[in-house]
C-alpha cells in the first residue's frame, strides 16, 4: 500500500511540475523503463482535470446561490439598491 500511496505522489509531482530536478530525472527514467507508467499518468492527469472541472462547476453554483438571495431576500435591500446605483 505504502508503494502505491509513493508511486501516486511521484506521478503527482512530475504532472503537477513540483518534483525536485533529481527526482524528476529519476522519474522520466522510470517512464521509458515501466510500460504501464505512462498509462497511470495519464489517468491521473484526467482525474485531475475532472476533479478541476467539478470544482469550477460548484464554485459557479455557489456564486449563483449568493446572487439569487442577495437580489431576492427582502433583508439584502439596501446592499441591492447600492449595487442598484451604481449602475445608473
Not at 502505491?4 to 522519474?27: C, K, R, W
Not at 455557489?62 to 446605483?85: A, E
Amino acid at each position: 500500500m505504502r508503494t502505491l500511496l509513493t508511486e501516486i505522489q511521484q506521478i503527482d509531482e512530475h504532472v503537477q511540475g513540483s518534483a525536485a530536478p533529481d527526482e524528476a530525472l529519476l522519474f522520466e527514467a522510470k517512464l521509458l523503463l515501466d510500460a504501464e507508467l505512462p498509462l497511470k499518468v495519464q489517468w491521473h492527469k484526467q482525474t485531475l482535470g475532472l476533479v478541476q472541472q467539478y470544482g469550477r462547476k460548484n464554485l459557479v453554483s455557489v456564486i449563483n446561490d449568493v446572487h439569487t438571495q442577495l437580489l431576492t431576500q427582502p433583508q439584502h435591500q439596501s446592499f441591492r439598491q447600492k449595487i442598484m446605483g451604481l449602475f445608473r
